[in-house]
């Protein structure tokens, strides 16, 4: 049999009768040439969508006809149940859909009372969306660095900021000196699918007199043991509010963007709906300017549809990351994601840490392993924010992540064979 090499080619072909006889086609992005052509394999996705939506096409499907034969497309019986569902699932008494997770932060601060010249406290290693939303409703974004275990809110950090940068002035109010503003909430950020380390910055709120939005975006799921309270806790439900994406890749998506806050204060709650709808307290009154950010109709019947099985996705994404642990655990150079005895992660992203992050991503990327950076450059470094006069070495924790970080495939739908071929790869490679 002859074998020819195509470059392009992305299917084999066995025992193909052509004039030339039988023939295999390779495609050379696909096979280990390493491995002396042990093996082909196919291209591994950073994260496989089309799965997914594949196994759940009909029920999928049949939102889409239950709004055609209602007309049922803006608010309505679907987009109620979600959200008592969601607030069933997050532990909280009431949840608003929203636009995005996006809108959600910036909802959620505004509804609890965030303004105007307001100092609103988060890290810097986040999406930027979560400092868009401090901006949105005219606040000031001030950072603090992160664990260098779980690169979420260091709670040292922010109790040096605290004492060291702010005082209460004779009407109780917390102002930052140098600013001369009040810094009025936190935004922790549940960074990868992995709570922060909630208790100590909930203490250190109280003591300061401090709002807590949660950024929930990444963490649908995911759950904290409260030495405080003595429970296991789920994201969405430690702060005053928090906030969730349900953009497409998340552990929960929808098909198109789409979001929420979750409270357990009802007037909050109340507030984010009113402004989430043109600051309408019934049709066509409105008590306050809002903006139109609503959690439409089919998105909200998509997303109950996925809600009943992201329990089962978020323990398949545990179970390869435990995989990945126990082929990675003694790769020279790799530090593997962190997960403590009160931390139970969802793990949206699978983060290694290495040195030689750029050599070992075009290595993978040789060997058809797509992979990621979340995120390469903090924000505090973002060309965005270089009026805030921050300098490379203003948040060592979270500037020296950032060169090392790698995401590696991470999903439900991923298998044994794909991590143990991702991890070889690695192996091989941190090796030499």
Not at 306 to 319: D, G, I, S
Request: charged content about 25%.
């Amino acid at each position: 049999m002859d074998v020819k090499f195509l470059p392009l080619a992305m299917d084999l072909n066995l025992g193909q009768k052509t004039g030339e006889g039988n023939f295999v086609s390779i495609d050379l992005r696909s096979c280990d040439l390493e491995f002396g052509f042990k093996s082909l394999r196919t291209d591994i996705p950073f994260l496989d969508l089309v799965r997914p939506h594949l196994e759940l096409e009909e029920e999928l499907v049949s939102v889409f006809r239950r709004s055609l034969r209602n007309a049922d497309f803006i608010g309505g019986k679907m987009v109620e149940v979600f959200q008592h569902e969601f607030a069933a699932f997050c532990g909280t008494l009431y949840c608003t859909g929203v636009g995005s997770g996006t809108d959600g932060l910036r909802l959620a601060l505004k509804a609890a009372g965030i303004s105007a010249g307001d100092i609103v406290v988060t890290v810097p290693n986040t999406f930027i969306a979560t400092t868009e939303a401090i901006s949105q409703v005219g606040a000031i974004t001030d950072f603090v660095d992160v664990l260098e275990t779980t690169l979420t809110m260091d709670a040292q950090k922010l109790n040096e900021y605290l004492e060291t940068r702010c005082s209460f002035d004779k009407s109780g109010r917390l102002i930052h000196r140098g600013k001369g503003r009040p810094v009025r909430a936190l935004i922790p950020v549940h960074l990868y699918g992995q709570p922060a380390d909630m208790d100590p910055l909930l203490e250190l709120a109280r003591k300061y007199r401090l709002l807590v939005i949660e950024d929930a975006c990444q963490a649908h799921g995911a759950q904290y043991f409260s030495t405080r309270e003595k429970a296991w806790k789920t994201a969405g439900s430690f702060g005053d509010a928090a906030a969730f994406s349900f953009y497409p890749g998340k552990n929960l998506g929808a098909c198109g963007e789409a979001g929420a806050v979750t409270t357990n204060d009802k007037a909050l709650a109340e507030r984010v709906g009113m402004l989430a709808n043109h600051g309408q307290s019934r049709k066509y009154y409105h008590d306050v300017e809002g903006s139109n950010s609503r959690l439409d109709a089919i998105q909200a019947g998509i997303l109950s549809v996925k809600l009943k099985h992201l329990h089962q996705w978020n323990q398949k994404r545990r179970e390869c990351a435990a995989l990945y642990d126990r082929l990675l655990g003694k790769a020279p150079g790799v530090v593997l994601p962190y997960v403590g005895p009160r931390l139970r992660p969802v793990f949206h992203l699978y983060v290694i840490r290495t040195r030689r992050r750029d050599a070992l991503k075009n290595h993978l990327q040789r060997h058809g392993v797509t992979t990621g950076l979340h995120y390469p450059l903090p924000l505090h470094l973002q060309k965005s924010y270089r009026g805030m006069n921050f300098r490379p070495g203003s948040f060592p924790v979270a500037e020296t992540a950032a060169a090392r970080i790698l995401s590696l495939p991470m999903g439900p739908t991923l298998t044994k064979d794909q991590i143990e071929y991702i991890s070889d790869i690695i192996f091989r490679f941190m090796s030499t």
